[in-house]
């Protein structure tokens, strides 16, 4: 579970952006802006990180506030799980990101996994759409929904991406070094379940 001065600090954020978005009175949008900041030294606080950085990071956008959508794609082969190593931490994932404007979940599922590891793949079943805060996940300070869509190779070949530095297929117990950023184990167990039992129903929240 997230710490409660991050999950006020996100309360906060997203009451000012609503305010900053639709409120029409100059002095509304003092206090509103005034919330804002509360929220992004709050972030600095605890974090030690300077204030512009969080405000570029955390306090930039308009709009009402929603979550974020981060989508990662299931591929099995003999049983093993797709995974690609992340340039940004070392570490392995699922391939995945953000959800891209004008594509379906689907289409985003399918482009990250030719972009990070070169195979051709057709999405194929949806695994579960799960609230980041409520798994063991490093803190965030975005709200996420993570979108899990199994997808079945057809065609392609094992090829690094911009953003990934290694491919490899993995047996549920010999996981690499997990992105916990991104994934736990617990979600790629939930991966195999669905593999062992094509039946499963989807995972929610």
């Known amino acids: 579970?997230?710490?409660?001065?991050?999950?006020?600090?996100?309360?906060?954020?997203?009451?000012?952006?609503?305010?900053?978005?639709?409120?029409?009175?100059?002095?509304?949008?003092?206090?509103?802006?005034?919330?804002?900041?509360?929220?992004?030294?709050?972030?600095?606080?605890?974090?030690d990180i300077d204030k512009t950085v969080i405000k570029d990071l955390f306090a930039n956008e308009t709009g009402y506030s929603t979550p974020k959508v981060d989508i990662r794609s299931v591929v099995f082969k003999d049983n093993k799980i797709l995974m690609v190593r992340e340039n940004a931490?070392?570490?392995?994932?699922?391939?995945?990101?953000?959800?891209?404007?004008?594509?379906?979940?689907?289409?985003?599922?399918?482009?990250?996994?030719k972009e990070e590891s070169g195979f051709?793949?057709?999405a194929i079943k949806l695994i579960g759409v799960l609230d980041k805060k409520c798994?063991?996940?490093p803190s965030s300070p975005y709200h996420v929904y993570k979108i899990f869509i199994?997808?079945?190779?057809?065609?392609?070949?094992?090829?690094?991406?911009?953003?990934?530095?290694?491919?490899e297929f993995f047996a549920e117990n010999e996981l690499p070094l997990l992105s916990k950023a991104r994934n736990t184990e617990s979600q790629i167990q939930l991966a195999f379940k669905h593999l062992y039992n094509p039946q499963e129903t989807v995972y929610l929240d």
């Open 1 to 47: 579970m997230e710490p409660k001065w991050l999950d006020w600090a996100k309360q906060l954020q997203s009451i000012a952006q609503a305010g900053l978005t639709y409120s029409k009175d100059v002095y509304d949008l003092e206090r509103f802006e005034l919330i804002r900041n509360i929220s992004v030294e709050m972030l600095s606080q605890q974090t």
């Open 135 to 137: 798994h063991p996940h």
């Open 120 to 122: 051709d793949v057709k």
């Open 150 to 167: 199994q997808c079945e190779i057809i065609g392609g070949q094992s090829k690094e991406g911009i953003e990934t530095s290694a491919v």
């Open 89 to 113: 931490d070392g570490a392995w994932s699922l391939p995945g990101g953000w959800g891209d404007i004008g594509l379906t979940p689907s289409e985003v599922a399918v482009n990250e996994v």
